[in-house]
């Protein structure tokens, strides 16, 4: 089709039909890598400054492509710039627009590279930003939940294993667990940024350049720890982008476990916690309805996180080098999870800060299913030398006579204490308190306050918290 303009400017040269709009539609992944504009621009920019230097370019294209490319940033943020569906994606976008502002000299910013190596280096100048984002969600997370230790570190509630009482706990130590798979979270997080750092841009479409170009003047201007050594590898893996992924999905399993953890507590069986008025919703049809939406949606939304993940791994699986366009395909799942598990972190963060802890009723809960039955054991056995096992029987009779007569350990009266062992006395039956049992577990990493309190005084030091 002589005579009419190319299908598209970048590419366009020997194609001559105009693709149907769902192809385009298909192809285009403007839609959502223009949230990639300042990471783009930022990259040409570097590229453009490594070109002049090394004499690719001359300093005047140099300088005019910065200043275009500063001006299209402006328009994106002002809202002002024409994105097209028909030039695919935030890399060509900006390329026609600084075209179209500053002339033929835009033609030039792209030698010595390729969109592969570009898109490669723009996600993973995001995800950097990303992660710092969500490391330091994960820290206030944190911070909240170690200040509710302080304050709950003789809290007691029941702890539990299969769901059923198992010993009594406090609430400052149960709120610690989640500090210590928070921190494990920022640690992956972190783990993934830093071998994530390494720069691919100058691999060019796969097999690198002839230009003279210096990769590591690149890589250091744009805070990289250094140039990625393999071109193919450098346009073609998206490990950054799993490794992410995966720590997201973990991070995201261990909210979604707190925010059961609400759900459970909130509701009438447990009434441990009441939620906030405008963290709870009612129902349309049921009017004392209060139900915890928001901890459910959070515990929810992972699933796209999780999602994410395997999406992107089946995307990849058995993928051939070099590069080819499934990897598009990484983006969504990445913005979406890393926006997902933003969301999710600011809002438990707010739950924690604002829900009530009903004491009384997590006490009360932690007296039943003769949680200090463990505790009457390993008296039997520090006290009077008993073998756990012999003394694990004795208290399981003792849990039967109390199951019979539908009482507490502490309420059995004497005489049928006495008839299942001599060593049972109401003496010792005084010491079943859930205090005392709580008190007691003060090993290392235990539930007693004291070290529940401890533990909290590392952590105010490591996170900060004054
Ligand atoms: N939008 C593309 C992506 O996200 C950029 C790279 C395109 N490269 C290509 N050879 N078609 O992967």
Redesign the pocket.
């Known amino acids: 089709m002589a005579g009419r303009d190319p299908v598209n400017p970048m590419w366009g040269g020997r194609f001559c039909q105009e693709p149907d709009t769902l192809i385009q539609e298909m192809n285009?992944?403007i839609s959502y890598?223009q949230r990639l504009y300042r990471q783009d621009i930022r990259g040409s920019i570097v590229h453009a400054r490594m070109l002049a230097r090394q004499g690719i370019l001359s300093e005047e294209d140099m300088k005019a492509i910065e200043q275009g490319l500063l001006a299209i940033e402006q328009e994106i943020e002002a809202g002002t710039f024409p994105f097209a569906t028909e030039l695919?994606?935030?890399?060509?976008n900006i390329e026609a627009r600084l075209t179209d502002t500053i002339g033929p000299a835009a033609g030039r910013l792209h030698t010595a590279r390729?969109?592969?190596d570009?898109?490669?280096t723009d996600?993973r100048l995001w995800l950097r930003d990303a992660i710092d984002g969500i490391v330091e969600c994960l820290e206030a997370l944190q911070v909240t939940l170690v200040r509710g230790a302080a304050d709950h570190a003789e809290t007691i509630l029941p702890g539990l294993t299969h769901l059923q009482n198992a010993q009594p706990v406090t609430l400052g130590h149960h709120l610690l667990a989640y500090v210590e798979m928070l921190e494990r979270d920022k640690g992956r997080l972190n783990d993934t940024r830093r071998r994530g750092n390494m720069c691919p841009l100058g691999a060019a479409?796969l097999a690198g350049t002839s230009f003279p170009i210096d990769r590591a003047f690149t890589a250091g201007e744009l805070g990289f720890e250094g140039p990625m050594a393999n071109s193919l590898d450098a346009v073609s893996d998206r490990d950054f982008v799993l490794e992410f992924l995966a720590a997201a999905s973990i991070a995201g399993v261990h909210l979604s476990r707190l925010a059961e953890e609400l759900v459970l507590w909130s509701s009438q069986q447990f009434g441990f916690i009441t939620l906030p008025d405008a963290l709870a919703t009612g129902s349309s049809i049921m009017p004392q309805k209060r139900n915890p939406d928001v901890a459910e949606l959070i515990r929810g939304k992972v699933g796209r996180i999780l999602g994410g993940l395997v999406g992107l791994l089946t995307v990849i699986k058995a993928l051939p080098l070099a590069?080819a366009?499934d990897?598009?395909e990484?983006?969504e799942p990445l913005f979406d999870a890393a926006d997902t598990l933003r969301m999710a972190l600011i809002v438990m963060t707010d739950i924690m800060q604002h829900i009530t802890i009903n004491s009384e009723a997590m006490r009360i809960a932690a007296g039943h299913g003769h949680t200090t039955a463990t505790d009457l054991a390993d008296i039997l056995v520090q006290e009077h030398n008993l073998a756990f096992r012999e003394a694990h029987h004795i208290v399981g009779e003792l849990v039967k006579e109390a199951d019979r007569r539908d009482c507490s350990l502490d309420t059995v009266p004497p005489d049928a204490l006495e008839a299942i062992h001599p060593l049972l006395t109401p003496a010792i039956q005084r010491r079943l308190t859930l205090e005392a049992s709580v008190k007691s577990r003060s090993s290392f990493g235990g539930t007693a306050p004291n070290e529940v309190q401890r533990q909290v005084e590392l952590w105010k030091t490591r996170l900060h918290i004054s």
């Open positions: 285009a992944s890598d695919e994606d935030i890399h060509m390729s969109r592969n570009q898109v490669a996600l479409a590069y366009k990897l598009q990484d983006k």
